[in-house]
Structure formats: structure tokens, C-alpha cells
């Protein structure tokens, strides 16, 4: 059974839904989809959220659905027929699932998170190099239009909101302290980002990671990655990619657990 958790404010999700968001927080996907809902609950038009429960009422699925985008987190136990019905009842345009048998075969692709058809699932374990910053500052971010500018010029298929929605998307975040972005300045110039998207109790999501063209090689996402990963040591960090850059996270210091497919 599909249930809409109705009315739920964000000051509220922790109180209300605590179930939620220990099944969330099993996987590094369940972790990306709780930064929204940390965030915003389902008490605006643009967030929604449901539970798929067993007969004994226990969590087999989550799936939230942000400006569009639809993230489905899913289990062993959870009933993909179901889930299959439903996603084309509410229309998604996007979407990230746990486990690719949801679909016996690939949906129809209307729009792309992040730019990626498929990528890897990575959890942060430990450096592997050591590298130091000798004419660069890393900085907890203010300036969000910067942050998005430089993004956004490395990696212009990950955003899919527009600038004013995604700096009120991230202020409210930050203040709330669901988000926390990092840029890093070399010279006075912005030339790197990453930020921990979702800060969840036991968990963080890593993302937005860029850097730019004529500043790569030397190692400016790797001390952001670093500076997070040093920052929320007591938790379990979750970071996805394209395949194509594992390597790149790999030198990072983080562990292949997986694939994900959009």
C-alpha cells in the first residue's frame, strides 16, 4: 500500500517520521532523496512524498518527488508492480531508482538528474593521498550565485532549476542545516565547489562537485571532498557519479558500494 504523507511541515519530519528516515538512511540514494525532504517536508506545492508499507506495516519504498523529479528508494521487500502503477499515475519526468528491476524495461526518459543516464555509488572510507592547499581558501559558502555560476559553467547538465530557484533552494537548506556548500578560492578567484546536499543524522550525501577547466589537476575537488569528509567524520557519506569518474573518487579516498540507474 501506497500512502501520501500528507502535511507534513519540515520543522515536523523529524518527529512525524522517523521511520522514514532510518530506511533512507540504509542506502546512499535513500540519503540524496531525504535532503528535499528534511528540507521541505511535503507542506509546499513543489515537494511530495510517499511510503510504500507491507501487510505487517513495516517500509518497503520510499519515493519523493521534488520540482518534478521523482526518487524512488526501494528494498528487497518492496512490491515493484505497485510502484510501477503508480509512478505513471503521478507523471514523472525524472528518475532515480535503488534497483533497476523496478522496470522490466528502461522507462521512457522525458528529463535527466544531474545529466546522467548511469553512474556509480560511492561511500567515503578513508584518503588515500594526503593533499595540501598552498595558495587557495576553502570558505563555508555565502555567496550562492557563485557557487551556482562556477557549477554550473563545469557541469551544465546538473542543475535542472533555474538560478534564483536553486539559491533559495540551498539558503534554506543551509539554514535550516540540511545542506552545507564549500567553495574554494584560488587568488580571490572562485575555481571549485562540492557540497554536502543532504546532512542527515547518521548520514551525508556528497555532491556538486566542479572545478574549473583551467584549474583541474590540481587537486582542488579532492581538498573539498577531503574538508567534508574530515567535516562530517561521524557519519556515513555517500557521494554519486559518473562512471567515468570513479577513478577520480577512488584517489578521493571513496568506495565503490554500487550502481544507480536514472
Keep these: 500500500m501506497i500512502k501520501y504523507l500528507d502535511g507534513i511541515n519540515y520543522n515536523d519530519v523529524s518527529s512525524k517520521c522517523p521511520q522514514v528516515i532510518d530506511f533512507c538512511q540504509k542506502s546512499g540514494v535513500g540519503v540524496s532523496a531525504l535532503g528535499p525532504f528534511l528540507s521541505y517536508g511535503t507542506a509546499f506545492d513543489f515537494a511530495d512524498a510517499w511510503v510504500q508499507y507491507d501487510d505487517e506495516g513495516l517500509i518497503t ?9 521523482v526518487t524512488v528508494v526501494t528494498c528487497e521487500k518492496s512490491e515493484a508492480e505497485e510502484i510501477r502503477e503508480f509512478l505513471g499515475i503521478i507523471g514523472y519526468s525524472s528518475l532515480l531508482s535503488e534497483r533497476c528491476d523496478i522496470f522490466p524495461v528502461p522507462p521512457v526518459k522525458t528529463g535527466c538528474i544531474m545529466g546522467l543516464e548511469s553512474g556509480a555509488l560511492c561511500k567515503a572510507v578513508t584518503t588515500k593521498e594526503e593533499f595540501s592547499i598552498t595558495d587557495g581558501e576553502i570558505f563555508d559558502l555565502e ?7 562556477v557549477l554550473m559553467k563545469n557541469n551544465p547538465g546538473y542543475i535542472c532549476t533555474s538560478s534564483d530557484d536553486f539559491i533559495l533552494d540551498f539558503s534554506h537548506r543551509v539554514r535550516h542545516g540540511i545542506s552545507c556548500p564549500v567553495m574554494l578560492k584560488v587568488s580571490g578567484e572562485a575555481v571549485s565547489t562540492a557540497a554536502a546536499m543532504c546532512i542527515a543524522p547518521d548520514s551525508v550525501f556528497l555532491g556538486a562537485v566542479s572545478t574549473n577547466e583551467n584549474c583541474r589537476g590540481k587537486h582542488y575537488a579532492f581538498t573539498l571532498i577531503k574538508y567534508l569528509c574530515e567535516k562530517y567524520r561521524d557519519k ?10 570513479r577513478s577520480f573518487y577512488e584517489k578521493a579516498g571513496l568506495q565503490l558500494i554500487g550502481d544507480f540507474y536514472a
Excluded: P
Excluded at 143 to 149: G, I, L, T
Excluded at 236 to 245: A, P
Design 61 to 69: 519504498a520510499f519515493i519523493l518527488k521534488f520540482y518534478g523529479n
Design 143 to 149: 555567496d550562492y550565485r557563485a557557487f551556482y555560476s
Design 236 to 245: 556515513t557519506i555517500y557521494l554519486r557519479c559518473e562512471k567515468t569518474k
